[in-house]
């Protein structure tokens, strides 16, 4: 069964930073490409960011590119994302998904880990 649960998520004030983690199993991590999306209230879903199998690409959306850095552990099956310089407007909840959502391949996610911003 493949399982995909992120943790790392809390409420930081503006210009703060925090630390995503989404911990893989039931499947052969280092052979998926993996991507982060975000969801506000309200609103669909956001692509953040993705990264190839191997680690050597690595993909932000305007949003966030220059403040949030994607990586991956493979021998940890553990995914990243180190978000710094945080607005109010990354408020969201956060989850991984097992391949590039951006191409449409969001057949598996977590259930989210919430990251609130406040002034």
């Known amino acids: 069964e493949v399982q995909l649960v992120e943790s790392g998520g809390g409420m930081v004030q503006s210009g703060g930073s925090l630390r995503l983690s989404c911990a893989a199993s039931?499947?052969?991590?280092?052979?998926?490409?993996m991507s982060w999306v975000r969801q506000a209230p309200g609103k669909g879903p956001e692509w953040v960011s993705e990264?190839?199998?191997?680690?050597?690409?690595?993909y932000y959306s305007g949003a966030v590119k220059g403040r949030f850095t994607i990586s991956r552990d493979n021998a940890k099956n553990t995914l990243y994302l180190q978000m710094n310089s945080l607005k109010p407007e990354d408020t969201a909840l956060y989850y991984c998904?097992?391949?590039?959502?951006?191409?449409?391949?969001?057949?598996?996610r977590g259930q989210g880990t919430q990251v609130t911003v406040f002034l």
């Open positions: 998904n097992r391949g590039r959502f951006a191409l449409g391949q969001n057949a598996y």
């Open positions: 039931g499947f052969t991590f280092s052979n998926y490409d």
């Open positions: 990264i190839t199998s191997g680690g050597a690409n690595r």
